[in-house]
């Protein structure tokens, strides 16, 4: 299982991320990307690291 962790001041509303996760579980509040599915589901991929530019996500194996 994998905690997703969005640092909200970081993130610059570009929606990569949100675009391009295979798991369907990150949205926008506010024009601010956040785990709007259900986290359990993330499979650890990276896709979003990798794609944000701002390094605002980061991914824990628990
Ligand atoms: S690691 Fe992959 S599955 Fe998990 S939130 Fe990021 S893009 Fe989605
Ligand atoms: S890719 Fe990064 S900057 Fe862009 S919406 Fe996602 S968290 Fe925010």
Same mark, same amino acid.
């Not at 785990?35 to 794609?51: A, F, K, L, P, R």
């Given at each position: 299982?994998? $905690? !997703?962790? $969005?640092?909200? @001041?970081? =993130?610059?509303?570009?929606? +990569? =991320?949100?675009?391009?996760?295979? +798991?369907? $579980?990150?949205?926008?509040?506010?024009?601010?990307? !956040? !785990?709007?599915?259900?986290?359990? @589901? =993330?499979?650890?991929? @990276?896709? =979003? !690291? /990798?794609?944000?530019?701002?390094?605002? /996500?980061? $991914?824990? @194996? /628990?």
């Amino acid at each position: 299982m994998y $905690i !997703v962790t $969005i640092d909200e @001041e970081e =993130c610059s509303g570009c929606n +990569a =991320c949100t675009d391009g996760c295979p +798991a369907k $579980i990150l949205g926008f509040v506010d024009e601010k990307a !956040v !785990v709007t599915g259900d986290e359990s @589901e =993330c499979m650890g991929c @990276e896709s =979003c !690291v /990798i794609v944000c530019p701002t390094g605002a /996500i980061s $991914i824990m @194996e /628990i």
